[in-house]
């Protein structure tokens, strides 16, 4: 029988620390994942059991969601400013935050926030690079 597993990703620039767990709140594996596709892709694919995921947005997140949203059940992104006020506690680390995120997930209390296609995020960062490019490169009459 296929038991659904949660599982929460604490996200940074070269490491994703990543807590699974069952419907009962069991952990079933806790890790840390280097942040290379191969790498996420590799440990994605050897999940014998279906699984529904989150991590928090950030600057790395983009790619890492579309790494493994092919993978899972279901894979949110967790609206950063929201995700501070539920784990804004004395005790903190990557592995309690991943916890924590499995848990959200889990109970069906994740602030989850919208992620475009990424085509449009494409889209998006031309007109950021165009912008930047225009008020860095214009000429200054003063």
Request: proline share 4%; hydrophobic share 40%.
């Amino acid at each position: 029988m296929n038991t659904l597993h949660y599982i929460g990703f604490d996200v940074h620039k070269k490491t994703i620390s990543f807590c699974v767990k069952t419907a009962a709140g069991e952990i079933v594996e806790e890790g840390s994942l280097l942040a290379q596709r191969a790498v996420l892709r590799q440990w994605a694919s050897a999940r014998r059991q279906p699984w529904r995921g989150a991590l928090e947005a950030t600057l790395f997140s983009s790619w890492i969601y579309d790494t493994l949203k092919p993978y899972g059940e279901q894979l949110e992104m967790a609206h950063p400013a929201k995700m501070k006020a539920i784990s804004a506690g004395k005790k903190k680390s990557d592995t309690l935050d991943a916890r924590t995120i499995a848990d959200l997930v889990r109970c069906d209390l994740l602030p989850a926030c919208y992620v475009a296609a990424p085509r449009i995020r494409r889209v998006a960062q031309a007109f950021d690079f165009a912008d930047t490019n225009k008020t860095e490169g214009a000429p200054s009459f003063a």
